[in-house]
């Protein structure tokens, strides 16, 4: 799942781009923001380059075990 320190970061950095005249809508707009981006994250179902680098690891462990077992089919076979 998405990191919600970097949602937050997105969401400041985006209000920070608005207008000096919007001020008074800074909080109304930053908590829309923040709603909008959190939703539109958890829609994409988001991973963290750890969880990411975990099942890689694991489908890597995987293919190898996988080789293994049909070279050893292979042998039955001859």
């Known amino acids: 799942m998405i990191n919600l320190g ?3 970061e997105i969401v400041t950095r985006l ?4 207008p000096p005249g919007t001020a008074q809508l800074r909080d109304d707009v930053e908590a829309r923001f923040r709603t909008v981006l959190k939703s539109a ?6 991973v963290t380059r750890e969880e990411f680098e975990q099942q890689k690891a694991l489908l890597e462990r995987a293919q190898v075990r ?3 077992l049909q070279g050893q089919v292979d042998e039955w076979d001859r």
Do not use: R, S, V
Request: proline share 0%; glycine share 0%.
């Open 6 to 8: 970097n949602l937050d």
């Open 15 to 18: 209000t920070d781009a608005l």
């Open 41 to 46: 994250f958890e829609k994409m179902e988001l």
């Open 66 to 68: 996988l080789q293994a």
